[in-house]
């Protein structure tokens, strides 16, 4: 079994921090502020066929994120 380095580690543990602090922003915002959020994301996406599994850019926080909340609320309001 190889070591992974202690700053390779320490990277991979911030990148999980920003990713669920993005999921906690997302997930506490009104319906009308995910909703504005949307928008702004959508805006600095490229097409979803474009879009690579597990790239972490706009689109990944966008479909991985956002819209699984957006989702889940709809969901919750039938």
């Not at 992974?4 to 502020?33: C, G, M, P, Y």
Request: hydrophobic residues 40%; positive net charge; charged residues 30%.
């Amino acid at each position: 079994m190889f070591k992974i380095s202690e700053r390779v580690l320490a990277k991979i543990q911030a990148d999980r921090k920003i990713h669920e602090d993005q999921r906690t922003a997302f997930t506490n915002l009104s319906d009308k502020d995910l909703a504005l959020s949307a928008k702004f994301w959508m805006q600095h996406c490229v097409t979803p066929k474009r879009v690579k599994a597990g790239t972490p850019v706009y689109d990944s926080t966008f479909w991985h994120i956002i819209v699984p909340e957006m989702i889940r609320r709809l969901g919750e309001h039938r």
